[in-house]
């Protein structure tokens, strides 16, 4: 089995998967603005686009703290995500609750990167590395924000239009 494996190189692998969901994100958000019907919607996948460019560029800041170059491992988790994301836009295209699926996709994905933010944050404080904590805590904020915005938006809009269309 090798040597034990420490916490350093923990977080090196789980940067790794962040760094690749980001990317992925990145990717995504277009095709979920693009089937989004309520305006709001579209607004918050472009503001999110664009936030989560500034996450990649954190997260190659941290990469740099620990001395390492930049680079994505296939996250299986975000891949299962966009691909149930991908699932609702085909199934639910033209009908009153894609806008309702689009966001719980998009949540999930919110939760799962606040999830892992945290923890990066927590790893980062125990290693001593105080920058790349900071950095991570400046991410992990603006996720919050996402998701609260995200559910707002859900409550207000999005279940209405569900509900309404539907009677």
Same mark, same amino acid.
């Given at each position: 089995m090798g040597k034990p494996k420490k916490l350093d190189e923990l977080f090196h692998d789980t940067l790794k998967d962040v760094y690749f969901a980001e990317k992925k994100i990145l990717t995504t958000l277009p095709k979920m603005a693009k089937a989004a019907q309520n305006d709001d919607l579209k607004a918050a996948f472009e503001k999110h686009r #664009? !936030? %989560?460019e500034g996450q990649v560029k954190r997260l190659e800041q941290v990469f740099a703290i620990i001395g390492k170059k930049p680079q994505g491992k296939t996250c299986d988790a975000l891949m299962g995500i966009v691909k149930e994301g991908e699932e609702t836009v085909y199934e639910y295209k033209d009908s009153p609750a894609l806008d309702a699926g689009l966001l719980a996709v998009a949540q999930a994905v919110e939760h799962y $990167?606040?999830? #892992?933010?945290? %923890? +990066?944050? *927590?790893?980062a404080? $125990? +290693?001593?590395? !105080?920058?790349a904590a900071t950095l991570l805590d400046e991410t992990l904020e603006e996720e919050k924000n %996402?998701? *609260? *915005? +995200? %559910? !707002?938006l859900a409550e207000s809009v999005v279940n209405q239009v569900a509900e309404t269309k539907a009677a």
């Open positions: #664009r !936030e %989560t $990167e606040i999830s #892992r933010y945290g %923890t +990066l944050k *927590a790893w404080k $125990e +290693l001593g590395h !105080e920058d %996402t998701d *609260a *915005a +995200l %559910t !707002e």
